[in-house]
């Protein structure tokens, strides 16, 4: 028999009712005779009320984490197991398994933790035997025994996690918009439904902000090579539901110069004014910043014009920004800077395409559309596949709908 992974999101879960049209096309999977795993995310809505729950108990200081990720799992528990009391009420076997159950084990980098290890022949054995797993997403355990979260929306890389582990054919995700757009369909009514994108360009959309996957579950999916589907939840059984394959570049048919657009609001940019014009000042910036673990995203030195100081820019996630300020700042005399200023007000929006490898001219579309609408660009990063630009974040929605229509996009 085959081996199957269908993952439902928080909204497909968000109610007993999704979870009962849920159940039916696990009930209608299992019939067709595939050896079926579920992974759950908690209810929508119902992380976001433990993260608050947690903060309000004074979570955030490090000597916590670990008691809110016990927090933060119960979510997943909860949804585990009234989808198996469901599942059993259609007639199938079914029961739930925990992350620490089904061996799913991790570091110990609590609120962040990566899965150090999966053993998927508990989970491969009752499956097989004509039971039904419902596994709990975004959850796994150290090996000394501590519960671990993997991150906001890591069940996608549980799912993905347990089908490299099953050894599954396919690894279904279930959410709900039916696939992956050129754009969030949420703020450009346009976008259109993507049939197969490559992994590599997935990774890109997904980092850049694209939620509807998480970012490592893309990456291991394209490590394990596990066939990816995103579909959803909400078509009725029985109609089409065709959704986004993801796959490796050389089973695109049509290379597309531009795929997708992606935006995320959760960068800040830092100035750091009155820099020394000397080599190795640079240096000491990223060293500081280094040794604090901080990730540094988009990077822009001005340099010194006559007799002025250099100043320099330079982004971090949103969450950072604090941390960042205070490493700087602490290593004020090595570096010597004037000012150090944050600038929570700005969007990272980006276009990514794997036709950019062989193509000319897509900064030069990309800067004009964005010019036509006035909005400036404050830095600009990268890559094979994407250009990212930074502007100020009330143009974010007049940006990404600029760029879908000058790329060609819009449906
Ligand atoms: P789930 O709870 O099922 O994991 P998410 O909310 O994490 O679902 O992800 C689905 C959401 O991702 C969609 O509702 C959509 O607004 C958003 N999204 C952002 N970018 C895209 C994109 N390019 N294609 C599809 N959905 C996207
Ligand atoms: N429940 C977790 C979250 O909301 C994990 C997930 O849904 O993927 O982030
Ligand atoms: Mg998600």
């Not at 950019?356 to 400036?376: E, N, P, Q, Y």
Request: net charge negative.
């Amino acid at each position: 028999m085959a081996r199957l992974v269908m993952k439902f999101g928080g909204t497909s879960v968000g109610t007993l009712d999704r979870m009962r049209a849920a159940a039916a096309r696990v009930k209608a999977e299992a019939d067709a005779g595939e050896s079926v795993a579920v992974v759950v995310s908690a209810m929508a809505g119902e992380t976001n009320r433990l993260v608050d729950l947690a903060a309000e108990a004074g979570a955030g200081a490090p000597e916590t984490r670990d008691e809110t990720d016990v927090l933060l799992a119960t979510g997943e528990q909860a949804s585990a197991a009234l989808f198996a009391m469901i599942l059993r009420g259609t007639g199938l076997k079914a029961r739930s398994w925990q992350g620490w159950q089904a061996g799913v084990q991790t570091t110990g980098a609590h609120g962040k933790a990566r899965i150090s290890d999966f053993d998927g022949a508990a989970l491969g054995a009752a499956i097989d035997s004509g039971e039904v797993a419902v596994l709990t997403g975004f959850q796994g355990m150290t090996e000394d025994g501590r519960v671990t979260t993997l991150g906001r929306g890591g069940s996608d890389l549980s799912a993905v996690a347990a089908a490299a582990a099953l050894k599954a054919g396919r690894c279904d995700i279930y959410t709900d918009v039916d696939g992956v757009y050129t754009t969030d369909p949420r703020i450009v009514k346009s976008a259109h439904r993507i049939d197969r994108i490559s992994f590599e360009e997935m990774l890109e959309l997904a980092s850049l902000g694209a939620k509807v996957l998480h970012t490592r579950s893309v990456e291991l999916a394209a490590a394990k090579r596990v066939p990816l589907r995103v579909l959803s939840s909400f078509v009725e059984l029985g109609n089409p539901n065709p959704g986004t394959l993801l796959c490796p570049e050389d089973q695109i048919m049509e290379e597309r110069i531009v795929t997708g657009v992606a935006y995320t609001r959760d960068e800040a940019k830092i100035t750091l004014l009155g820099l020394p014009e000397v080599p190795g000042t640079a240096a000491k910036v990223f060293a500081c910043l280094a040794e604090a673990d901080i990730n540094v995203d988009m990077i822009v030195q001005s340099p010194a014009r006559g007799g002025e100081h250099a100043n320099m820019v330079f982004t971090v996630s949103m969450g950072e920004v604090e941390r960042a300020k205070a490493a700087i700042i602490a290593a004020k005399e090595i570096i010597s800077f004037k000012d150090i200023v944050a600038d929570e007000d700005v969007s990272k929006v980006s276009v990514i395409g794997l036709g950019m490898r062989s193509h000319s001219g897509v900064a030069h579309t990309m800067f004009s559309a964005l010019a036509s609408k006035g909005i400036s660009i404050e830095a600009v990063s990268t890559s094979e596949i994407k250009i990212s630009v930074l502007i100020r974040s009330e143009y974010t929605e007049l940006a990404v709908r600029a760029l879908h229509t000058a790329f060609g996009l819009d449906a």
